[in-house]
């Protein structure tokens, strides 16, 4: 293939690259609405006069739903499609904006808050339905566009969204600030179906051979599955426990919700087993095999890569204003690169996936991380300004980095199920956080740095058993007829 025909054409909007700008627009909404209500907390606290633990809470569960949300969305898109999914998940989060603005009670607002958890999975959409559109030499730059470039969602929400609430007026100036995000996502759920399709004209949209759980192909491989959903469930199970520690639930109520978490478990292991009972009977042809062990190493380098991304954005303002004395808006300011370079970061780690190589591509930044994070865990008082941002924003650029190049390889795993894939390792970034937000709760921030150096490095060894996609996946067509597609 010609260098030409690899380069992408980002002022177009045409063809793959107009499904690229369509389809990181409804993620860019999408995260200004999942976040819509960080930059306006204070107004909302004067508002329904709510105590900080209440607060609190709110944060707590606007990323509670978000963990089985990814789970569930990656299922619908590979039934479904990306194109309706989308556009569901859209209309959904519009209606439930309006819930949340109207809200006249805590329990009002934290269900509606709970609830916009969910606007979180619309990552997962995305992933399958760029890896329809772009070739394998290009995904890695198009999926880092699209996520990067949504990502940006929730600072321009925090950048725009105080403006409005002030421009509206009084006391309830928060109200339509929040109502005219979940109006202009409702609008463009409308635009997004009418102008895209779920693959190229000519392409087959593979759809999974059963639903309920992610098809294996070796008993190896379902033991791995089994193993690798026990984290989901006990993030969740963390999360309980948080509320119950801040008296928000009694301990009872914890004790029959962690109950129902195992029951849900043992019924999502039930289905696993029930999606995957032909592998007992007749082995599955080596030309239909992938190894299940591609997506369980991607799932904990999302982990450490996202999942520390999270954790250090809740945490950094207030480190910095401990650490050197800064004001809240100077923390603030000197903190805020460190997610704002995802702009570009983010595709550059799709990029050098895609030229470079996907395995050498995160051996080189789980390598980065791990010294990044090292080196943050040393930093204090006596450091330098410059220096202690500069650190920042160096660690920062192989986090997103990391990011990038684990979605360029997403979707070269198996085509039909890149959904599911994606849906986990999404979920999966959740986990990392609430992991690594948790030892902060316990520890110095320089020992949360370590632990995320710590288990970077465990990532990075595992990364060695990663195998470089080559060749072709293969996929049937409804006719009964093999395709290949290129993952090289």
């Known amino acids: ?102 809200a006249q009670s805590y329990p009002m607002l934290a269900l509606g808050r709970f609830l916009l958890g969910f606007t979180g999975a619309g990552f997962v959409i995305g992933v399958r339905m760029i890896g329809e559109w772009f070739p394998a030499k290009q995904v890695g730059l198009a999926e880092g566009i699209y996520a990067g470039w949504g990502n940006f969602g929730a600072a321009a929400g925090a950048m725009v969204l105080p403006t409005l609430a002030l421009a509206f007026g009084g006391e309830h100036g928060w109200r339509y600030a929040i109502a005219l995000t979940g109006a202009a996502i409702l609008v463009y759920a409308f635009v997004y179906y009418a ?138 300011l000197l903190a805020a690169p460190f997610s704002l370079i995802v702009v570009f970061a983010r595709p550059c780690g799709g990029l050098l996936s895609d030229r470079v190589g996907r395995k050498k591509t995160l051996l080189m930044v789980l390598a980065g991380l791990t010294l990044g994070y090292l080196l943050l865990s040393q930093m204090s008082s006596s450091w330098p300004l410059p220096l202690a941002v500069g650190a920042l924003v160096g660690c920062g650029l192989f986090v997103h980095f990391g990011t990038g190049a684990v979605f360029a390889m997403v979707p070269l795993i198996q085509r039909r199920l890149t959904g599911q894939i994606a849906g986990m390792t999404g979920a999966y970034g959740n986990v990392g956080g609430v992991a690594f937000l948790t030892v902060l709760s316990f520890a110095s921030p320089q020992v949360f740095f370590l632990a995320i150096a710590g288990t970077a490095l465990v990532v990075l060894a595992a990364i060695g058993f990663l195998e470089e996609p080559k060749g072709a996946m293969a996929e049937i067509l409804p006719d009964g007829t093999v395709q290949l597609i290129e993952v090289e």
Request: aromatic share 14%; hydrophobic share 55%.
């Open 195 to 332: 102008s895209v399709r779920d693959a190229p004209e000519g392409s087959t949209y593979f759809r999974p051979n059963k639903s309920g759980g992610l098809e294996v192909t070796s008993k190896g491989d379902l033991l791995l599955y089994v193993l690798m959903n026990i984290p989901l469930f006990a993030a969740l199970a963390v999360l309980v426990w948080k509320l119950a520690t801040l008296d928000l639930l009694t301990f009872a109520i914890a004790a029959v919700i962690d109950g129902l978490l195992a029951a849900l478990f043992c019924y999502q292991v039930y289905h696993i087993f029930k999606v995957n009972a032909g592998i007992f009977v007749r082995p599955v042809p080596e030309l239909y095999r992938y190894k299940f062990r591609q997506v369980a190493i991607l799932n904990l380098a999302y982990m450490v890569t996202f999942g520390s991304e999270l954790a250090v954005v809740s945490m950094l303002p207030l480190f910095i204003m401990d650490t050197f004395h800064a004001s809240q808006v100077a923390a603030g």
């Open 1 to 102: 293939m010609a260098v030409a025909k690899l380069r992408l054409d980002l002022f177009s909007f045409r063809g793959n690259v107009r499904v690229l700008h369509l389809t990181w627009f409804a993620f860019f909404l999408s995260f200004v609405v999942w976040f819509n209500h960080a930059p306006l907390l204070a107004a909302i606290r004067d508002s329904l006069s709510l105590s900080d633990q209440q607060v609190k809470t709110l944060l707590i569960l606007n990323v509670a739903l978000t963990i089985p949300a990814r789970i569930v969305v990656g299922m619908l898109v590979d039934k479904l499609g990306p194109r309706r999914t989308y556009a569901i998940l859209l209309i959904s989060s519009g209606f439930l904006c309006f819930f949340f603005a109207l």
